[in-house]
Nanobody, 116 residues
Framework: VQLVESGGGSVQAGGSLRLSCAAS????????LGWVRQAPGKEREEVAA???????KYADSVKGRFTVSKDVTQRILTLRMNSLKPEDTAMYYC????????????WGQGTQVTVS
């Protein structure tokens, strides 16, 4: 499974951004996909994840502000981020795994999100 992120960038606090992750490979559509972020000097944090159907989960720090979705092919994962805060600044990685609690099998290269 290959994961390629797009989106990200710089935005002022209170603004919005959208991240996308394209998953390719024969089995990509069967995996749960998610976003994991890491800021300098901080621990890695799983932000949001989604499997097929209505299975999804969010970190408490982003609930009510971020929305994760998959397209009908189950190969495109989108993270809509609203009401962004400076503490959301991090490198955001797309990740894939067999269950919503184990999205650690495959990783993308990451995309930077900076909130000032």
């Amino acid at each position: 499974v290959q994961l390629v992120e797009s989106g990200g960038g710089s935005v002022q606090a209170g603004g919005s951004l959208r991240l996308s992750c394209a998953a390719s490979g024969a089995t990509a559509s069967s995996y749960c996909l998610g976003w994991v972020r890491q800021a300098p000097g901080k621990e890695r944090e799983e932000v949001a994840a989604k499997c097929s159907g209505d299975i999804s989960k969010y970190a408490d720090s982003v609930k009510g502000r971020f929305t994760v979705s998959k397209d009908v092919t189950q190969r495109i994962l989108t993270l809509r981020m609203n009401s962004l805060k400076p503490e959301d600044t991090a490198m955001y990685y797309c990740a894939a795994g067999p269950t919503i609690d184990t999205i650690t099998s495959y990783w993308g290269q990451g995309t930077q999100v900076t909130v000032s």
